[in-house]
C-alpha cells in the first residue's frame, strides 16, 4: 500500500511561492486503477512526481509498504525507482541509440538481472503489449503508439508494484488512445497505475477511481482508501551498473554519429601523433647512438694494463709544466712527466675475482692479454719452419728481449671470448669476408683493413710469399694449418745448462703436445670509419693463449729460468724486471699482462669506471689499480643531450594533449546537453549518480582510446615518408621506429587524459535533476 500524509511542497521564485502540493493525505490500494485530473499547473504532475521518487517532498511523508521515506537517502531512492516504481511517459522518451529490446532491458540491466533473464522478461513485455515482431527495431522504425507500447514494456518488465502515467495518450490519435488505455487497464489488475490526465473522458471510462486536484489539494476522491497502514514491508535491491553496460550505452550513443565521433578523434589524437612522431625519431637516433657508441667504445676499451700512467698526477705534472718561464739561469734536472706519472699495476687473483662481478648488461666482453709467447711452425714447399704472427720482424736482433720475442712468435691481435661462452666480439665488430667466424680456440682469422688488404708483413712472417697488391687467394690461405709447439719439445738444454731451439721441425710436428691451428676465416671491421681493433694480420681469442700457458708453465726451460737470475737462451744478466716479463713470454705467469673491458654504452662505461673506482676506495696508491679510459676524452653529447631534446619536443607537443582534454570537455559537455532527457530517463530507472557518471566516463574513454590508437596508427605510417626522407637527407636508414611499448603508453596516457578532460561534465550530468531532464525537449 501507498500512503500520502500531509505532503508539502513549495516552490519560490523571487517574492512569489507556489504551493505545488499543500497538505495532501491520500491513501492508493495495492491493486487499483486512479486517474488523477486536474488543470494546468494544478500540481498533479508534481505529486506524480513524488510518488515517483523523482522529485522530493519538503515535508510529510510517502509511506510505501509501511516503510517511511522521509529519511531516504540518494541510494534509497534509486533503489525505490528501479524496484518498485514504473513510468509511462507523455512523449515515451525512448533512448533513440538503443534497439527496443535494449531500452526494455536497460531498468533490468540496474537492478543486476542476468542476461538470460533480461532477455526473457523484456520478450514477455513486449508480447504482452503487442510487439513481439518489432523486438529487434530501432525507435525511428516504430509509430508513435508503439513507442508508447514499448514504454509500458519497459515499465512492466522490472515487474513494478506502481505504475505512473503521465499524461500518456497525450501524444497519440484518439483510436491509439482507446487501444493504449485498454492496455494500461489490463496492467492494472495486478498493481497500482495511477495516471494523470487532463480529459475527464478517459478517466471516468476506463479508471477505478478518480482523484481530482486543485490548487495543490486534493478537491474530491471517488473511491478514498481507509484502511490501516500495514506493517512494513519493503526490502528493494539496490542499483548498480557495471562499466561494461556504460560502455554499451555510450558505444551505441557514439555510433549514430560515426562523422562527429571519427573527427572528434582525429583533432584529439594530433598530440599523441605528433609525441609518437618524436619519439619514433628519438628512439631511431637513440639506435644509430647507441650502434656508433659500441662501434666507438669497440675500439676503445677501458684498458688495465701491468705498467701504466696514473691520469691524475699527469694532469698534475703537465700543469706544472707548463707555469710561466723559471727567473734566472739556474738548470735543474728534469723527469718527463709520463715517467714521473708512471704506475706499476700488482695484479692479482683477487683483482680478477673482482672484474668477473661487472654485469655483463655493462660489458659483454673482457679480453685478457698474456705476455705468453707462441712457438710456432708451418710447413712450407713441404718443410716446416718457424713463423711469427708479429707483423713485422727485425733483422737486427740486439738484445735479450728481442731474441726472446723472435724465437717464440710473439704478436697477432687477441680478440675477446664473449662472456656467457656462447658469441663471439668478432660477430658484432666484424664481417667475414671469406671463410668462416671461429668458434673454438685453435681456430684463428686473418684480420682485413676496409680496402680488404692484409698486411704484407704479417703473410710473410706466417711463410707466404706474396707480392704488394697482389690479388690472393683467399681458399688458399683459409686451408692453412700452423703448429704451436709445447716449451719441452721447442727447446732443448744443453751441456752447459742454456736452452736453445732445436732444429728439427719435422719432430716437432708430430709431437704429442703441438696443437693444430687452422685459420677459418677473412674478416673486415664493421665499421665504415674505424679499421677496428684488432690489426692486420692473425687474430686469436685469449683462451687459445691460456691453453699455452698450461702447457708450457711447468716446461724445463721455465723451471730453470725460475732458479736463475740469467737469461736462459743467451745467458745474459736480467733485472728482476726482465725476468719477471722473460717468465712471462715463456708462459710462466698466471696474471694477464694487460685486460681489456668493453662498455656497451657511454652510459654503461661510466657504471664500470665507478665500479673499478669502487676497488681503490681506501687503498694506498701502490695498492690501487690505475686503469685507462681511453674513450674518456671522447665528449658525450649524445646520451643526455637526446634525452634532453627528446623531453623538449614532447613538452611542446604535449600542450596539443592538454587542448585535446579541454576540447573533450567541451564536447562531453555538448554531448551531456544532447542527452539530457536520456539522463532523466535513466534516473526514472534508478540510475546512481555514478551510474551517470560511469556513462559519460565510458564515453569519453571510448573517444580517449580511439583517439591514441587513431594517433598511433598515423604516427607509424608517417614513419615511412620520414625515413625516406631522412635517407636522402643523411644516408641514415630506417631512423624513426615506433617502440611498441611507447604507443602502448600513449594510448593508455591519451585515455587516461580524455577521462579525466570529461569527468567534470559527467559529474554535472549525474547531478541533474530528473524530473527537469525528461521535461527537456
Known sequence: MLSLQHLKKYYQTGDTVTKALDDV???????????????????????????????????????????????????????????TVGFIFQDYNIISHLNILDNVTLGMTLSGVDAATKKKRAQEALTQVGLKDHIHKKPNQLSGGQLQRVAIARALANDPQILLADEPTGALDTQTSQEIMELIKKVAQDRLVIMVTHNPQL??????????????????????DEEALPPENFHPRRTKMGFGTALKLSFTNIKTKKGRTFLTMLAS???????????????????????????????????????????????????????????????????????????????????????????????????????????????????????????SNSDNINNSQNLMAASTGVGGSVYPVKRDGHS??????YRVLAGRYPRKASEIVLIANKQNGINLDALKNLGFQFHNKEV??????????????????????????????????????????????????????????????????????????????QTNRHSAIVRAQRASNDNVLTNGQLTATQKEMFLATLGAEKMPSAIQ????????????????????????????????DLAGNITNITGGLMNAITYVLVGFAAISLVTSMIMIAIIT????????????????????????????????????????????????????????LLKGMTDLTNVAQLNPVHAIWLVIISTVLTVLGGHIPARMASKKDAAKALRTD
Do not use: C
Request: aromatic share 8%; no cysteine.
Open 424 to 429: 663471439s666480439f668478432l660477430r658484432k665488430n
Open 597 to 628: 673491458i668493453y662498455p656497451k654504452s657511454f652510459n654503461k662505461k661510466d657504471h664500470i669506471t665507478h665500479y673499478l673506482d669502487q676497488y681503490n676506495r681506501g687503498k694506498k696508491k701502490a695498492d690501487k689499480i690505475i686503469y685507462n
Open 669 to 724: 559537455y555538448t554531448s551531456v546537453i544532447e542527452r539530457t532527457k536520456e539522463i532523466g530517463v535513466l534516473k526514472a530507472l534508478g540510475a546512481r549518480k555514478k551510474d551517470i557518471t560511469r556513462v559519460f566516463d565510458a564515453e569519453t574513454t571510448i573517444l580517449g582510446a580511439g583517439s591514441g590508437i587513431l594517433g598511433i596508427v598515423i604516427a607509424w605510417l608517417l614513419t615511412f615518408p620520414i625515413n625516406v
Open 269 to 391: 589524437s594530433i598530440g599523441i601523433i605528433s609525441i609518437g612522431v618524436v619519439l619514433a625519431l628519438s628512439n631511431g637516433f637513440q639506435k644509430q647512438i647507441d650502434a656508433t657508441q659500441t662501434e666507438t667504445l669497440a675500439q676503445f676499451p677501458i684498458s688495465i694494463s701491468k705498467v701504466t700512467s696514473d691520469p691524475q698526477q699527469l694532469q698534475e705534472e703537465n700543469s706544472h709544466s707548463k707555469q710561466n718561464f723559471a727567473k734566472g739561469h739556474q738548470i735543474k734536472a728534469h723527469v718527463v712527466p709520463v715517467n714521473a706519472a708512471q704506475h706499476q699495476n700488482h695484479l692479482n687473483a683477487k683483482y680478477l675475482r673482482y672484474l668477473k662481478k661487472i654485469k655483463s648488461s655493462d660489458a659483454a666482453n673482457i679480453a685478457y692479454t698474456y705476455a705468453t709467447g707462441f712457438n710456432l711452425i708451418r710447413s712450407v714447399n713441404g718443410k716446416y719452419r718457424p713463423v711469427s704472427f708479429a707483423v
Open 472 to 549: 690472393l687467394d683467399a681458399p688458399k690461405l683459409l686451408q692453412t694449418a700452423i703448429k704451436v709447439v709445447a716449451n719441452d719439445d721447442y727447446y732443448t738444454q744443453l751441456p752447459n745448462g742454456n736452452f736453445m731451439p732445436q732444429r728439427n721441425y719435422q719432430q716437432m710436428a708430430q709431437a704429442p703436445h703441438t696443437q693444430t691451428l687452422k685459420i677459418v676465416g677473412i674478416l673486415r671491421t664493421a665499421n665504415k670509419n674505424s679499421d677496428g681493433l684488432l690489426a692486420g694480420g692473425i687474430a686469436y681469442s685469449d683462451q687459445l693463449t691460456k691453453q699455452v700457458m
Open 203 to 224: 478517466a471516468e471510462q476506463y479508471a477505478d477511481r478518480i482523484i481530482k486536484f486543485s490548487d495543490g489539494q486534493i478537491t474530491a476522491d471517488s473511491n478514498p
Open 25 to 83: 493525505s491520500v491513501n492508493f490500494r495495492d491493486r487499483e486503477f486512479v486517474a488523477i485530473l486536474g488543470t494546468s499547473g494544478s500540481g498533479k504532475t508534481t505529486l506524480l512526481n513524488i510518488i515517483g521518487g523523482l522529485d522530493h517532498y519538503d515535508s510529510g511523508d510517502l509511506i510505501i509498504n509501511g516503510k517511511a521515506t522521509k529519511n531516504f537517502q540518494e541510494q534509497d531512492w534509486d533503489a525505490y525507482r528501479n524496484n
